[in-house]
């Protein structure tokens, strides 16, 4: 994810907000109101959809009666409310499914009601294209810190999929590994061997 986070507030205008995503390389800004509570989200689709006419001729054939199209300013105008929001500890595919599924290209990450950050298909793009040695090496190295020494679990990556093996002391400790591998970026799945187990 992005932090810190390019926010707008719902009065600000839309132009300010084209500026800001252009100035800043971004493809949409949280909304927050006056006590920072996240209220919307307003993207790059949002300000096209909403300030380009789908048809540039239209005014031309209007009828004399016709009430002239009036032009959102605010971004509250235009803004998407209730935006798909995800937390910090969300597994990276299933974020990439959300997304997917509500048709979304950023989503506000949220803790305990705070917005902590942004994560974009784009950002996902960047962890996924991660080499399975990096991924070999970052999934040990979470997993030693963790076990501070007194684990022995071997870790070995294949096309992203991870494969933890060695000795656990119960179901907990594998389903912990488990979350650990999956919360390092470009991981694609988690698989955990017991080798006493197996043994």
Request: no cysteine.
């Amino acid at each position: 994810m992005s932090s810190p986070v390019h926010t707008v507030e719902p009065a600000a205008s839309v132009e300010l907000a084209a500026r800001v995503m252009a100035e800043r390389a971004v493809t949409a800004l949280p909304v927050l109101d006056d006590a920072g509570a996240l209220v919307g989200i307003v993207s790059e689709g949002d300000l096209l959809w909403r300030r380009v006419p789908t048809d540039p001729t239209a005014s031309l054939r209007r009828l004399p009666e016709a009430l002239p199209t009036v032009r959102p300013e605010a971004v509250a105008d235009v803004m998407s409310r209730s935006p798909v929001t995800t937390h910090p500890d969300a597994d990276l595919a299933q974020v990439a499914e959300t997304m997917l599924a509500y048709d979304v290209r950023s989503m506000p990450v949220v803790e305990n009601g705070v917005l902590v950050g942004i994560v974009s298909r784009r950002d996902i793009l960047r962890a996924m294209v991660r080499g399975d040695e990096t991924l070999t090496r970052e999934v040990q190295h979470r997993l030693d810190e963790y076990a501070d020494g007194s684990r022995d679990w071997v870790v070995g990556v294949r096309d992203g999929l991870v494969t933890v093996s060695g000795t656990f002391t119960d179901a907990d400790e594998r389903k912990i590994v488990a979350v650990l591998a999956r919360t390092v970026p470009g991981v694609a799945a988690v698989r955990v061997e017991d080798q006493q187990a197996a043994g």
